[in-house]
């Protein structure tokens, strides 16, 4: 495990600078949570670590740096808002998308050894999808079609996890227990979290980061006390929560707090 640390961190597109001289570490095998208002370039923050900011258009600086002294490439699995599967795919192809795309045979099916289906299929087990290993995704609830995308990003087997709401469309109790899930699956990886839901943010987070203001800046982590996922009984999670959306409140109406 390594940590990831982001140094003086800019981007702007043209002359609109969306944020500048960000200092972020992300700790190795902990959950980083993001939090902010719509546009304000946590998603963008979020290519950014990911590498999918090199445009013409886009200018950025500043380093990244990962504590084992590698390059990050090839190490990101990234898990979206939006499940993206292929609806003409089975699910179990779905899972296996990232091997069918790297096996460079253009417009044909790439034929999965059995190490690799046998690995898929017990994945599908662990998010509790393998009677549905053979489903097409039109057959699926929100709350199943998201436990695929999360198999997908398992499947991938990667050290760092960016999530981008990967809970956001689906129902109260279903986030609930797809935060748990992916808790417990994703133990020991390195996870950012961009949420617009403070009590999420909480529950999951070892650091709870709110980026507000033009351009972006980051406050002073947010470090909630106990084991994650965190018990929604918890008393000082609660207060916690109050003070989090106080404090975006007082951002979204431009106020200082």
């Not at 699910?91 to 790297?102: E, P, S, W």
Request: contains cysteine; hydrophobic residues 40%.
């Amino acid at each position: 495990m390594f940590d990831i640390t982001l140094r003086k961190a800019g981007l702007a597109y043209g002359d609109n600078v969306i944020f500048q001289d960000l200092d972020l570490t992300l700790k190795a095998g902990q959950w980083t949570c993001l939090l902010g208002g719509s546009g304000v370039g946590k998603t963008t923050l979020l290519r950014m670590i990911a590498g999918l900011t090199r445009q013409k258009n886009i200018n950025t600086r500043g380093e990244i740096c990962c504590g084992d002294n590698q390059p990050l490439t090839g190490r990101i699995a990234w898990m979206s808002q939006q499940d993206s599967l292929l609806p003409w795919a089975t699910v179990l192809d779905n899972v296996t998308t990232g091997i069918q795309l790297r096996s460079n045979r253009l417009f044909r099916k790439a034929k999965l050894s059995a190490d690799q289906k046998d690995r898929a299929l017990s994945i599908l087990e662990r998010v509790g999808l393998a009677a549905k290993a053979n489903e097409l995704p039109q057959n699926l609830s929100g709350g199943q079609r998201q436990r695929v995308a999360l198999a997908r990003t398992l499947m991938e087997d990667r050290p760092v996890v960016l999530m981008d709401e990967p809970f956001a469309a689906v129902d109260a109790i279903t986030r609930l227990d797809l935060q748990d899930l992916s808790c417990e699956l994703l133990a020991g990886r390195t996870v950012l979290l961009i949420t617009h839901d403070p009590l999420e943010a909480l529950r999951l987070g070892h650091q709870v980061y709110h980026l507000r203001g033009q351009p972006a800046e980051l406050t002073d982590a947010i470090e909630p006390p106990g084991q994650t996922p965190r018990s929604l009984e918890d008393s000082s999670l609660m207060a916690l929560q109050g003070q989090l959306l106080d404090r975006l409140r007082h951002a979204e109406h431009g106020e200082s707090v």
